[in-house]
């Protein structure tokens, strides 16, 4: 299952990450890809909508300097985990549920926890949900802070047109505009095995129905300033200068109680574009305390 269209998946060509497939109480599989420290504290970590665990491929070796157990998700829908074509199978609730089950599974009565973009949207709704469950949190570039008018475009797309077009693949060269032109701050990053691990699993039977569902079926909508008050966990939040998706959400960030906010030279995948800065925030600001 790590090769797609002739390309190794992340992590097949690494020695020291290995990745798995865990069955929650749902019966949904999804891929856990695991690395750093075995013995340290877990993190974690949600990848955004349309991505996979791909997208932190660089938090393995630079969180484990900080003792830091890594899991990075492949959330339902996306990467190599199921992708369920029942209605209701991305709602927020969905994926709330996945995420206990995931603590479950995996042994954590607590742990730290991470997101991008539509997962950092998850993390921080488990976290206000969850407080007794969540030891720490980082937010980079999170949905669920402002409005997100370019989610308009793809959702101009029908359901059953989804459904059709999923039968077809998804040209490269439409993964390869969206890294240049919507993700990247630096389009001079994006580089040929960027876009063949992204466009990979969009070749799976189910991921454009997955994708084109989560859209209309998860909860985008910014939480309300007093939900932001009652935020109950240490916190750190990255947001792009240049990135085109989550625009002037620094003030809704400060709204968060007690969260450490910076915002970066970068576009909207802060982590992929300054992993150093990126990682080293996080290390800092969670684990070496």
Known sequence: MSRITGIDVFPASSTDIS???????????????????????????????GASAFSFRHAFDQLGRYGVRVLAVDLRGFGLSEK?????????????????????????????????????????????????????????????????????????????GARLFGRRVVPRIAIE????????????????????????????????????????????????????AELAVPTVVMLGARDRLIRDAIEPARLLRGAAVQEFPSGHCVQEELPDQAYGMIGRYLFAR
Not at 33 to 49: C, F, I, R, T
Not at 102 to 113: K, P, Y
Not at 114 to 141: F, K
């Open 177 to 228: 505009l969206v890294l240049r032109v919507i993700a990247y701050g630096n389009s001079e990053l994006v580089t040929d095995e960027i876009i063949d691990q992204y466009w990979a699993p969009t070749q799976l039977p189910g991921y454009v129905y997955a994708a084109r569902a989560a859209l209309s079926e998860f909860d985008w909508k910014p939480i309300l300033p007093e939900r932001a």
């Open 19 to 49: 990745a798995r497939l865990v069955s929650l109480r749902s019966g949904v599989r999804l891929r856990v890809v695991e690395g750093g420290d075995a013995s340290g504290k877990p993190l974690l970590m949600l990848h955004g909508w």
């Open 84 to 160: 369920p074509a029942v209605a209701g199978s991305y709602a927020a609730s969905k994926y709330r549920e996945d995420i206990d089950d995931l603590f479950e599974t995996l042994g954590f009565a607590r742990a730290f926890l991470a997101g991008h973009s539509m997962g950092g949207g998850m993390a921080l709704q488990y976290a206000l949900d969850r407080p007794e469950r969540v030891e720490g949190l980082a937010l980079i570039s999170p949905t669920n802070l402002v409005e997100i008018p370019l989610l308009t475009v793809p959702k101009l797309m029908p359901r059953f």
